[in-house]
């Protein structure tokens, strides 16, 4: 198909994956809203907000899959636009929520039998992810918890390969800073 | 309940599963979409009409400004007058009837629902929506031995958090804020929470605060 004649056809809410082969909108949205909800929340969307950041990104989604071009992979892209408004969410925050969303408060007493509980988990990583820097946040929660690759992820991002591994080295060796004061607390518990 | 390591791709798997949307949150976003999707679709007509009826609006508007100048105080005034009234009537009915709202004597309106998010947000204090922050707070009023504000808490953490992952936290501090109450019967609902959760990292705290 001539790539004009595709891209017309792509602004009738249809557009071709990386097969080829036309996607209705709906499929799009039930391929990836998984990782854009996820994602959004791994990013330090606040659990009241998620439904709005999501629909914001679902809608420039379906704005611009006329003239997406193919040139990454739709994942690539969709996870591209997931955090352009995820970034505009977090300025618009009042700085008194910001500073909570990143407060990073780990319990005084870890019980350790609750630590291997699957809440307390994910809202102990939530709290450590909170509280890294934008920019290794967003490398570590797609690399870490997306699984996205890291050409992938620079793509997403616009930074080049290099930083893209700097940043993630950074990131991990903060997120097990974190660990090990939780795992010294756990230990002194235990005793 | 499954275990989960203290390592980077332990928690990253549990955060995968324990993040993903429900069905529910799938099926609500898409039909939230549905109404800016349909005005995203009308956005690509002829952009003409648009600047004819953006044109008509504001001219419209400047209209209705100035026919409405001479208006606004009054309403103004009338509009402070109303706000006055109803937050007093609540305030009012809660000393009235203390026994009635022994929980919350001011009415929390929750926030209304919106299809998209306004986009800049006011300077001003914003109420508290991070369901852990509430959890946070509760338990501090419960520490400084204000059971009432604890309640208090925990009953806009349920209204707002419904499913919320950290529903049986959330029991755990009612009961213990129960207890700090005197309330009767507390102590068998701290012995039944502490039956059915045997693993509840708040159970010393339940059997030291309900006298177990």
Partial sequence: MDVAVRTEAASEQEFPDSNDRALSFDEVYEMHVDLVWRGARALGVLAN??????????????????????????????????????????????????????????????????????????????????????????VFVLSEIEGLT?????????????????????????????????????????? | MKGTRLDVASLAANARETWRPSNADRARVRQKLKAPLASSRLSAGPRVMWIAVAAVAVVGTAALLLMSDAKSEAAALQKRADTHASVAAPIAASAAAPHLQPVLSIAHAPPPSRTRRAAPLPPAPVPERSELELLRRAD??????????????LQQHEEEFPTSLFADERAALSILAECAANAPDSGGLARRFIAEHPGSWLRQRLRSACEL
């Fill in chain 1, 150 to 191: 890291m050409p992938a992820i620079a793509e997403s991002l616009s930074i080049n390969l290099s930083t893209a591994y700097s940043r993630l080295r950074l990131a991990k060796q903060q997120v097990e800073r974190h660990l090990e004061r939780v795992r010294c607390q756990i230990t002194r518990s235990e005793r």
């Fill in chain 2, 140 to 153: 501090r009023a419960l520490r400084d031995g204000d059971a009432r504000s604890a309640r208090a808490i």
């Fill in chain 1, 49 to 138: 907000d998620l439904d709005d950041v999501v629909q914001d990104v679902f809608v420039v989604v379906h704005r611009k899959l006329g003239a997406f071009e193919h040139r990454s992979s739709i994942k690539t892209w969709i996870t591209g636009v997931l955090v352009n408004e995820v970034r505009r969410y977090r300025r618009q925050l009042p700085r008194t929520q910001v500073q909570d969303v990143l407060a990073i408060e780990l319990p005084s007493e870890v019980d350790p039998h609750r630590a291997l509980e699957s809440a307390f988990a994910a809202d102990l990583l939530a709290r450590i992810v909170a509280s890294l820097s934008d920019d290794t946040r967003e």
